[in-house]
């Protein structure tokens, strides 16, 4: 299981004045790449099960060739589960954030987080995962 925190949501309102711009910019600049991110493990995904096919085409007697047991753990399928989240905006936030690290601002973002995860384990889609890829599950549980 990987779990995936995004401390900066790339998704957020249209800013009313200037300081809400400079704290998008941030959310923006720091958000993860998490699209990317499943772009990139279907890509792999899809070459190792390609191999798989590929490796099970050869004939027997290559199957004790140093090369195949070498490439045959990476075809092997394999069970993924991502977990995504994202760290909700604080009413009092600022463009700040990415370096405001008071004691009280840490234990305010700390509580936050833990109810994050609460909220997210609550959610009645968390055993609902969407399968991007064979053996791959996605639970996107950032809204």
């Given at each position: 299981?990987?779990v995936?925190?995004?401390?900066?949501?790339?998704?957020?309102?249209?800013?009313?004045?200037?300081d809400?711009?400079?704290?998008?910019?941030?959310?923006?600049?720091?958000?993860?790449?998490?699209?990317?991110?499943?772009?990139?493990?279907?890509?792999l995904?899809?070459?190792r099960?390609a191999?798989?096919?590929?490796?099970?085409?050869?004939?027997?007697?290559l199957r004790?060739?140093?090369?195949?047991?070498?490439?045959?753990?990476?075809?092997?399928?394999?069970?993924?589960?991502?977990?995504?989240?994202?760290?909700?905006?604080?009413?009092?936030?600022?463009?700040?954030?990415?370096?405001?690290?008071?004691?009280?601002?840490?234990?305010?973002?700390?509580?936050?987080?833990?109810?994050?995860?609460?909220?997210?384990?609550?959610?009645?889609?968390?055993r609902?995962?969407?399968?991007?890829?064979?053996?791959?599950r996605?639970?996107?549980?950032?809204?």
């Amino acid at each position: 299981m990987i779990v995936q925190v995004d401390l900066f949501g790339a998704r957020g309102e249209l800013p009313a004045n200037l300081d809400q711009v400079l704290e998008r910019v941030k959310d923006i600049q720091y958000s993860s790449k998490m699209r990317f991110n499943i772009t990139r493990i279907r890509e792999l995904e899809n070459l190792r099960a390609a191999l798989g096919r590929l490796l099970e085409k050869l004939p027997p007697a290559l199957r004790d060739d140093p090369d195949h047991r070498l490439l045959a753990p990476l075809a092997a399928k394999r069970h993924i589960t991502l977990v995504h989240l994202t760290n909700r905006r604080l009413a009092h936030s600022s463009s700040a954030k990415d370096y405001e690290f008071s004691r009280a601002t840490v234990s305010q973002l700390w509580e936050a987080g833990l109810e994050d995860v609460r909220r997210c384990c609550a959610h009645p889609d968390w055993r609902a995962a969407t399968e991007i890829v064979r053996g791959v599950r996605l639970f996107d549980l950032a809204a």
